[in-house]
């Protein structure tokens, strides 16, 4: 039986002569890459730059839409009518299509980022407005979310193509939700630490808490944060113990048929 997963990053998300993470080091590795779309980070360049490179890559495109709020990088939560977050993710996943148009490619998922996402992935109101949101653009999209997440269910609700996402870089709970960044052990560092959590949660079929605990959930994506300390040489290393072990990584729309 052929076995496929994909591997995506949140990329695009340098501002000005302000530099995050080494986007082109691991659009080498990656399949997917989620760009920002400069609500939360990234500008009109940084944002064309980066579909030129991943497209250049084969690297699939997906948008990275986010609360408005640069200084706190998406990462404080906010409070909108359903109205205005709609229209606020149209607006972002609109800008990154015309970039990605300009270059000869096209946007095939959305993930949002940061606040959004994990109020979202609780709150299944605003998830199904998220949903709403990506199908109104264009009801072919995949919607990226957590596995287990009221967004991924929402994203079902909704008749979209979900793509079940987990975290290469960070711990669970015993419930499937991330464990908090302030707590200990929340960010995997460690490269080999790193490996292990994903292959114990491939080989489990579902997440895998740190107390143990198995959820089974159908994985299509693993993320590895652009981010994190190490991130380039964690997804070096964990392509390769994928691949050593016969998955063949693949770009979303490949994956989930897009």
């Known amino acids: 039986m052929n076995k496929t997963i994909n591997l995506n990053a949140d990329l695009g998300e340098s501002f000005g002569p ?5 986007d ?7 399949r997917s890459a989620n760009i920002a779309c400069g609500f939360h980070a990234g500008d009109p360049p940084v944002m064309r730059h980066t579909v030129r490179t991943a497209l250049a890559a084969g690297v699939s ?3 990275h839409p986010g609360y408005p709020d640069l200084q706190g990088f998406g990462r404080r939560p906010m409070k909108m009518v359903p109205a205005e977050l709609e229209a606020m993710i149209i607006y972002q996943v609109g800008a990154l299509a015309g970039m990605a148009a300009a270059e000869g490619g096209r946007v095939t998922h959305v993930k949002p980022h940061g606040a959004l ?3 979202a992935c609780e709150d299944a109101a ?9 199908k109104a653009i264009d009801p072919a999209l995949i919607l990226l979310a957590p596995v287990l997440s009221e967004l991924y269910f929402a994203g079902e609700r909704a008749g979209l193509k979900v793509a079940g996402e987990v975290f290469a870089d960070r711990a669970y709970t015993d419930a499937g939700t991330l464990v908090p960044r302030g707590r200990p052990g929340a960010v995997i560092h460690d490269h080999d630490e790193l490996v292990a959590h994903v292959l114990r949660m491939l080989d489990a079929g579902g997440v895998v808490s740190q ?3 198995v959820l089974p959930a159908a994985m299509d994506s693993i993320c590895v944060h652009g981010d994190t300390l190490g991130a380039v040489e964690s997804a070096r290393q964990l392509r390769m113990a994928l691949e050593t072990r016969g998955w063949c990584v693949q770009t979303l729309a490949e994956k989930i048929g897009a």
């Open 18 to 22: 302000w530099r995050m993470g080494e």
């Open 24 to 30: 082109e080091a691991l659009l080498q590795v990656v």
């Open 61 to 63: 495109l997906g948008a």
């Open 117 to 119: 996402n994990n109020q």
């Open 126 to 134: 605003l998830a199904d407005a998220v949903a709403r949101a990506v």
């Open 211 to 213: 107390n143990g605990k």
